[in-house]
């Protein structure tokens, strides 16, 4: 059975924009996180394991050289289903970009966009802050390496 895939952030913008209550985009985040591919158990490491975040998450990153570029691309798991939708956000939107613009994308102005600044607790805020410097800080080792 094929695995259902992540949702492409052009829709998750306009689905948010479509859903007046905040039950219901609290469920859609829900539902996204559904969505993510599995996360492998050997990908479950220390150095993958992001600190600053209240429930466990990981994130995977993977470097491919495409036209001269680095492009990273992200996995990521939660223990926590809103967090795991919040990982399925920052994959839609940062996951297959090259590492200059990963480095130079503010996932946070996209966050307080959606709203969920206002709706989620500080401990989950800071957790999506912790996730965005954890991809951003991938981005730029990625480019000091490239240099």
């Given at each position: 059975?094929?695995?259902?895939?992540?949702?492409?952030?052009?829709?998750i913008i306009e689905?948010?924009?479509?859903?007046?209550?905040?039950?219901?985009?609290?469920?859609?985040v829900?539902?996204?996180?559904?969505?993510l591919?599995?996360f492998p158990?050997?990908?479950r490491t220390?150095?993958?394991k992001?600190?600053?975040?209240?429930?466990?998450?990981?994130?995977?990153?993977?470097?491919?050289?495409?036209?001269?570029q680095?492009?990273?691309?992200?996995?990521g798991d939660?223990d926590?289903?809103?967090?795991?939708?919040l990982?399925?956000i920052?994959?839609?939107?940062?996951?297959?970009?090259?590492a200059?613009?990963?480095?130079?994308?503010?996932?946070?102005t996209?966050f307080?966009?959606?709203?969920?600044g206002?709706?989620?607790?500080?401990?989950?805020s800071?957790?999506f802050?912790?996730?965005?410097?954890?991809?951003?800080?991938?981005?730029?080792?990625?480019?000091?390496?490239?240099?």
């Open positions: 059975m094929p695995q259902p895939q992540p949702a492409p952030i052009t829709d689905n948010f924009s479509l859903l007046e209550e905040w039950d219901d985009r609290y469920r859609y829900i539902e996204l996180g559904r969505k591919p599995p158990e050997v990908q220390d150095a993958n992001v600190q600053g975040c209240v429930s466990q998450v990981w994130l995977a990153t993977a470097v491919e050289q495409r036209d001269g680095p492009f990273l691309t992200f996995a939660s926590a289903h809103i967090v795991r939708g990982v399925a920052l994959i839609a939107l940062l996951s297959g970009r090259t200059s613009e990963i480095a130079g994308e503010d996932p946070v996209l307080e966009q959606l709203g969920l206002e709706h989620l607790t500080p401990q989950r800071n957790g802050r912790s996730m965005v410097a954890r991809m951003r800080a991938d981005a730029h080792a990625t480019l000091a390496k490239a240099a």
